[in-house]
């Protein structure tokens, strides 16, 4: 069998740099280890493919009919991509759901980051797989953790973790548990006159983090309006304080507190949330339909706003990401930058909240039109950008 050509997956849409690339050793050992096992594409699936490399080397391998989950839309699109690059088809895409591990003997699994996602993976697993499934989850060691086994253990009752390689491990769980009658997430907190519903894959869960939160106080989001921020020269800002209802963009919504609030706050406005997490996105409209604004939040599945138009929105608000999976790298926030950049109005606003440390206010100023900072603390800084 011919060695496959990991070397020609893409990460696009996603960063690329010459420091980041599409596959690693953990992608290599869990097709090493699916391939040894000798279990049907049928029976197989693949959770957590960033870009395609464990999928896409089983397919070429011979296994048809394999499902695959990812959390990511950048990475549907680059499985996409990546496929039509080498000539390869036969497998099949789902949410984390009953129709993507209903018979599934074999899951394999790059770990998530949070404990939270890699419970409800787990669950999920247990309760819809076969009796005889197994999940076979990898990361790379400077990654891992002894509390990954604990969540592990809480739907298999064995869990072994294998020895390293290459800088990465293999945990074997097996013999899965009966599922309690309620799955553990989605979760649900309130803060204040504000319900948050989060799956376990969304960033800070049901808590409303920390900057999220300095941007709702710098907007005065939880009153019945936005504050009356005016600019550095004491003018005010046209678009959020214009007598016309607006149309907002959350972009990078996570569990869509912005998006709510601003619906609560405006009635007449046109709120859309937008995240290239699936479980953001599911968070998110739960979030919506908790608080009553379903009606008026629409929550798109979408890297970057890529299905948003052109100098079509007055208002993005942005709470930017600085990693790239467990990286960090700049190249995360600026992808948004550039993505608000687009479609925004002539005259429309950017208001972002970042790192104090991050100082992007250049970029801002640069990618965006002129940027004022609204508020800082040692921590964050709230900035407005008007797009030229």
Request: glycine content about 10%; aromatic content about 4%; some cysteine.
């Amino acid at each position: 069998m011919p060695e496959f050509p990991y070397s020609r997956l893409r990460r696009w849409p996603d960063v690329e740099a010459e420091n980041l690339q599409a596959y690693d050793a953990t992608d290599l050992l869990l097709v090493e280890r699916a391939l040894g096992l000798g279990v049907a594409g049928s029976e197989t699936v693949v959770i957590g493919d960033e870009y395609g490399a464990i999928t896409l080397a089983l397919t070429a391998a011979g296994l048809d009919g394999i499902r695959v989950h990812q959390d990511l839309a950048s990475g549907r699109r680059a499985l996409a991509r990546n496929a039509d690059e080498l000539g390869l088809s036969g497998f099949h895409s789902h949410e984390l759901d009953a129709d993507l591990l209903s018979g599934a003997r074999l899951v394999l699994l790059q770990l998530p980051k949070s404990l939270a996602e890699l419970e409800e993976i787990a669950d999920a697993v247990a309760r819809w797989a076969a009796p005889d499934a197994v999940l076979i989850a990898g990361g790379r060691v400077k990654h891992m953790t002894l509390a990954q086994n604990d969540v592990l253990g809480r739907s298999f009752a064995q869990v072994q973790a294998q020895r390293a390689e290459r800088k990465s491990r293999l945990i074997v769980a097996s013999d899965p548990r009966p599922a309690p009658a309620e799955p553990p997430f989605p979760v649900t907190a309130r803060h204040g006159g504000l319900t948050l519903v989060a799956h376990g894959g969304a960033f800070a869960g049901a808590r409303l983090d920390i900057g999220t939160r300095v941007l709702l106080e710098v907007l005065g989001l939880g009153g019945s309006q936005l504050l009356t921020n005016g600019p550095e020269n004491g003018s005010s800002s046209g678009a959020v304080n214009g007598d016309q209802a607006s149309r907002v963009l959350d972009l990078g919504c996570g569990t869509g507190a912005l998006a709510v609030s601003y619906a609560l706050a405006h009635p007449e406005a046109q709120v859309t949330a937008s995240d290239r997490s699936a479980a953001a996105v599911a968070s998110a409209r739960a979030t919506a339909e908790a608080n009553g604004v379903a009606d008026r939040v629409s929550v798109a599945h979408d890297d970057a706003a890529s299905e948003i138009p052109d100098a079509s929105v007055d208002v993005v608000l942005l709470n930017p990401p600085f990693h790239l999976g467990t990286s960090v790298h700049p190249g995360a926030a600026t992808r948004l930058f550039e993505a608000a950049t687009r479609v925004l109005r002539p005259g429309g606003e950017l208001f972002t909240v970042y790192n104090s440390s991050l100082a992007y206010r250049p970029e801002l100023t640069r990618l965006v039109g002129p940027t004022e900072q609204l508020h800082r603390t040692p921590k964050f800084t709230v900035s407005r950008s008007t797009r030229r």
